[in-house]
Structures are given as C-alpha cells and as structure tokens.
Nanobody, 123 residues
Framework: QVQLVESGGGLVQAGGSLRLSCAAS????????MGWFRQAPGKEREFVGA????????LYADSVKGRFTISRDNAKNTVYLQMNSLKPEDTAVYYC????????????????WGQGTQVTVSS
C-alpha cells in the first residue's frame, strides 16, 4: 500500500507561481513513476505531467508545457510540481499518482492516488 499526500495548494494571482509537493510512503519510491493530474469543477480529470522512475524523464500536457516543471527527490520520497505563469484556467484540484509497476515505458496507468490539493488562480 502506498500513501500519497499532496500539499502546497492555495490561492494565487494570475501570473504567479506555486510549488506542489507530493510525499509518498514506501521504501521503493525511486521505482515509482509519478504523475500529476488535475480536475476543474464540472470537468473530467486531466493529465498534467509525469516523471518516470528509470531516468526521471518528464512529459507534460501541452496546456502546461513550458510553464510547469516536475521533479523528484528520491531521498525525501517526494515529487514536486513547480507551476509558473499561472492562469485562471489552471484552477483545479491537483492530484498526484503513483505507478509502482516499474514499466519499461511510460504506461499512463496509475495504482495509487492522493486526496488532492486545491489550486485557485484569480484573474
């Protein structure tokens, strides 16, 4: 069982920045591919980005590319989502997720999810 706890959400003005953190339990965090997702009111959850376990390769949704950066600190069992140049349309609950399968290639399938943290961007 892996527990994920997000933090760092809040209210920020458009153009501002926030850094979200996701702390994971478990001794093998370095073997988890970690993803970030978000869900805005009335919308489906959407993929934001991910960082793989093997080479810490990152991939991003087009909507956040160039503005958001994912990183990880395996010593702290934590993955980060640095969000810059925030826009009102980035307002959502942000979730982190863990893929513990050690897939050779990015699978897009996740086994565990956090409870989410609210990000609100005012115009």
């Amino acid at each position: 069982q892996v527990q994920l706890v997000e933090s760092g959400g809040g209210l920020v003005q458009a153009g501002g920045s926030l850094r979200l953190s996701c702390a994971a339990s478990g001794r093998t965090f370095s073997s988890y591919t970690m993803g970030w997702f978000r869900q805005a009111p009335g919308k489906e959850r959407e993929f934001v980005g991910a960082i793989t376990w093997r080479r810490s390769s990152t991939l991003y949704a087009d909507s956040v590319k160039g503005r958001f950066t994912i990183s990880r600190d395996n010593a702290k069992n934590t993955v980060y989502l640095q969000m810059n140049s925030l826009k009102p349309e980035d307002t959502a609950v942000y979730y982190c997720a863990a893929d513990i399968r050690k897939s050779t290639y990015y699978s897009g399938t996740y086994d565990y999810w956090g409870q989410g943290t609210q990000v609100t961007v005012s115009s």
